[in-house]
């Protein structure tokens, strides 16, 4: 039997996270079962390690819910392009001979009316937690439900979703495996002190991922006498949401810390971020699915420290892989960052333990297993 066609649709065309996970299932499937068509939203650097690796990659406006489109005016704009999205993915998948559809992000719309025309599966992979949007959640809820499988990267994400039986939980694999550079050619390579200590911050900045909360935690008691403690904060903030930015650095200059905060923008050399940093926080203020941030550098070895909610707990195990503190309190994070500046012994026992334990769970060889467990499944069914 030759092997069946399964279109990806994402939405972005990043190095991020969701982004590296796409990579790797697309790259990671068994040739003789299955063959990947990709359709991204823009030409970037996605696109081009796709291609690179082989994979036919199709760039065309998607319709993908932002959280700056949450509003009536905002859904409205997403209804028009999702619209103009139905029929031609639906088109598109009918002229490719798809056999199935997977949808990579539940903020990807258009799949479902794609593999509807072309009548074949839907897979609408979960990687959000839908708080603080309750007001659009029990429509968009049922909007979801009408696929074939929900695979949620996190029990938390499946929580959402009660005891419906499309849910499964399939969390995320490992999609690099960084290794640390050495520490004084990091530092130097994003301009660090070579004798600070170094707390880094991954991910886009958002109002939401808690870039401010640790750049508020260096002005708490804990820390404020403590100048060689610095914020390395890498990423970028969505096109059009730069006030992120401007907030962020606003909040340092407020509390005199701007000296302490370094950012140095998306970085694709991670292994430079975790060779120079002494800690990696996750200080995420609202509940995270399961950001490849900490898994990445839980996998590298560093020591991390996170907010307790959404999937961080199923990554990060308090006081044996890492360290759990109250979400959007700066206090308490700058009190537990204070408490391993003091002890290295154990920041190094905490990133060891870190490294073994997401190298035997989190393989990319379990999460690709699963995939096309799921797909084969799906296809028998039909």
Same mark, same amino acid.
């Given at each position: 039997?030759?092997?069946?066609?399964?279109?990806?649709?994402?939405?972005?065309?990043?190095?991020? %996270?969701?982004? @590296?996970?796409?990579?790797?299932?697309?790259?990671?499937?068994?040739?003789?079962?299955?063959?990947?068509?990709?359709? &991204?939203?823009?030409?970037?650097? &996605?696109?081009?390690?796709?291609?690179?690796?082989?994979?036919?990659?199709?760039? !065309?406006?998607? #319709?993908?819910? @932002?959280?700056?489109?949450?509003?009536?005016?905002?859904?409205?704009?997403?209804? @028009?392009?999702?619209? #103009?999205?139905?029929?031609?993915?639906?088109?598109?998948?009918?002229?490719? %001979?798809?056999?199935?559809?997977?949808?990579?992000?539940?903020?990807?719309?258009?799949?479902?009316?794609?593999?509807?025309?072309?009548?074949?599966?839907?897979?609408?992979?979960?990687?959000?937690?839908?708080?603080?949007?309750?007001?659009?959640?029990?429509?968009?809820?049922?909007?979801? =439900?009408?696929?074939?499988?929900?695979?949620?990267?996190?029990?938390?994400?499946?929580?959402?979703? *009660?005891?419906?039986?499309? /849910?499964?939980?399939?969390?995320?694999?490992?999609?690099?495996?960084? /290794?640390?550079?050495?520490?004084?050619?990091?530092?130097?390579?994003?301009?660090?002190?070579?004798?600070?200590?170094?707390?880094?911050?991954?991910?886009?900045?958002?109002?939401?991922?808690?870039?401010?909360?640790?750049?508020?935690?260096?002005?708490?008691?804990?820390?404020?006498?403590?100048?060689?403690?610095?914020?390395?904060?890498?990423?970028?903030?969505?096109? %059009?949401?730069?006030?992120?930015? @401007?907030?962020?650095?606003?909040?340092?200059?407020?509390?005199?810390?701007?000296?302490?905060?370094?950012?140095?923008?998306?970085?694709?050399?991670?292994?430079?971020?975790?060779?120079?940093?002494?800690?990696?926080?996750?200080?995420?203020?609202? +509940?995270?699915?399961?950001?490849?941030?900490?898994?990445?550098?839980?996998?590298?070895?560093?020591?991390?420290?996170?907010?307790?909610? *959404?999937?961080?707990?199923?990554? /990060? !195990?308090?006081?044996?892989?890492?360290?759990?503190?109250?979400? %959007?309190? +700066?206090?308490? =994070?700058?009190? #537990?960052?204070?408490?391993?500046?003091?002890?290295?012994?154990?920041?190094?026992?905490?990133?060891?333990?870190?490294?073994?334990?997401?190298?035997?769970?989190?393989?990319?060889?379990?999460?690709?297993?699963?995939?096309?467990?799921?797909?084969?499944?799906?296809?028998?069914?039909?």
């Amino acid at each position: 039997m030759s092997p069946r066609t399964v279109l990806y649709l994402h939405s972005s065309a990043g190095r991020y %996270g969701a982004d @590296r996970q796409l990579h790797a299932i697309a790259t990671g499937l068994d040739p003789e079962r299955y063959v990947p068509l990709a359709v &991204l939203p823009d030409d970037g650097p &996605l696109a081009h390690d796709l291609r690179h690796a082989g994979v036919d990659v199709l760039v !065309r406006p998607l #319709a993908v819910l @932002r959280r700056a489109l949450m509003s009536p005016r905002g859904l409205g704009q997403v209804a @028009r392009a999702l619209a #103009a999205d139905a029929g031609g993915l639906g088109r598109l998948a009918r002229a490719r %001979g798809v056999a199935l559809v997977h949808t990579n992000t539940s903020v990807t719309l258009g799949g479902a009316a794609a593999a509807r025309i072309a009548q074949v599966p839907h897979v609408w992979h979960v990687r959000e937690i839908y708080a603080g949007f309750e007001r659009w959640w029990p429509a968009y809820r049922r909007l979801l =439900l009408t696929a074939d499988a929900l695979p949620c990267v996190s029990a938390a994400t499946a929580l959402q979703f *009660g005891a419906a039986p499309q /849910v499964t939980v399939l969390h995320d694999g490992l999609a690099t495996s960084p /290794v640390p550079a050495e520490r004084g050619a990091a530092r130097a390579a994003l301009g660090l002190p070579a004798d600070a200590f170094v707390v880094a911050v991954l991910g886009r900045i958002s109002g939401w991922k808690g870039q401010d909360v640790l750049v508020r935690a260096l002005g708490q008691e804990a820390l404020v006498s403590r100048p060689e403690v610095v914020a390395l904060v890498a990423g970028e903030p969505w096109r %059009g949401e730069e006030r992120h930015l @401007r907030t962020l650095l606003e909040t340092a200059a407020q509390l005199g810390v701007t000296s302490r905060v370094h950012h140095v923008g998306f970085r694709d050399d991670v292994a430079t971020v975790y060779g120079a940093a002494d800690v990696v926080a996750v200080p995420s203020k609202q +509940p995270d699915p399961f950001p490849n941030a900490a898994l990445e550098a839980l996998a590298a070895g560093c020591c991390v420290v996170a907010s307790a909610h *959404g999937g961080l707990p199923e990554l /990060v !195990r308090d006081g044996q892989t890492g360290v759990l503190v109250a979400p %959007g309190d +700066p206090v308490a =994070l700058a009190e #537990a960052l204070g408490r391993l500046r003091d002890a290295p012994e154990r920041r190094a026992a905490l990133g060891a333990g870190e490294r073994a334990d997401v190298g035997a769970r989190l393989t990319p060889a379990r999460m690709l297993a699963q995939v096309q467990g799921l797909y084969d499944a799906l296809v028998a069914g039909r």
